[in-house]
T-cell receptor, first 115, second 112 residues
């Protein structure tokens, strides 16, 4: 596709439920990032993939959060036992290589609301 | 460790007047620096990037930024604000082969 695609665009779930958020990066981009943006704040880093492996998962807030990228393309962010504090916009980005000279291209985000 | 400080959470200018959005960074390595813009209900869009070439970087929509290593700054400027510039602006630092670290953002308002 032309850009980074995230689905769904909106997700409302009940507290305690499990959710999956999907990211389709730009074709050929090896690096993929997940960020979380709360209202009025800058994006907060969650995890960074280089190919299939998580190069840096230091931003994941706790073990309820997990992400995979099994074939080095599409990634899924998984949140177990959701809490109201997980409500935010989850952003995915991809770049042709990790960090450094190449910019990251961002998707439109998934707005997660936990009620 | 890397961090970004955006000195103003909100800047308000009149249409046609200059814009200055301030950014200071901290990095253990020589980083790449970026400015992204986020319009309401829109995705993040790259304005410009610095990657150790020219210290004065020109971006889209008339924006530019100057890298000053001695001051660890990367301030964003535009000579004449337009109503369409009203948005949230993020300064971002990225060391080689690592993730992108965002500043808290500066909301730019443009008054008619």
């Amino acid at each position: 596709g032309a850009g980074v695609s995230q689905t769904p665009s909106n997700k409302v779930t009940e507290k305690g439920k499990y959710v999956e958020l999907r990211c389709d990066p730009i074709s050929g981009h090896t690096a993929l990032y997940w960020y979380r943006q709360s209202l009025g704040q800058g994006p907060e880093f969650l995890i960074y993939f280089q190919g299939t492996g998580a190069a840096d998962d230091s931003g994941l807030p706790n073990d309820r959060f997990f992400a995979v990228r099994p074939e080095g393309s599409v990634s899924t962010l998984k949140i177990q036992r959701t809490e109201r504090g997980d409500s935010a916009v989850y952003l995915c980005a991809s770049s042709s290589q990790g960090g450094g000279n190449t910019e990251a291209f961002f998707g439109q985000g998934t707005r997660l609301t936990v009620v | 460790a890397q961090s970004v400080t955006q000195l103003d959470s909100h800047v308000s200018v009149s249409e046609g007047t200059p814009v200055l959005l301030r950014c200071n960074y901290s990095s253990s390595y020589s980083p790449s620096l970026f400015w992204y813009v986020q319009h309401p209900n829109k995705g993040l869009q790259l304005l410009l990037k610095y990657t150790s070439a020219a210290t004065l970087v020109k971006g889209i929509n008339g924006f530019e930024a100057e890298f000053k290593k001695s001051e660890t700054s990367f301030h964003l400027t535009k000579p004449s604000a337009h109503m369409s510039d009203a948005a949230e602006y993020f300064c971002v630092v990225s060391p080689w082969s690592q993730n992108f670290v965002f500043g808290p953002g500066t909301r730019l308002s443009v008054l008619p």
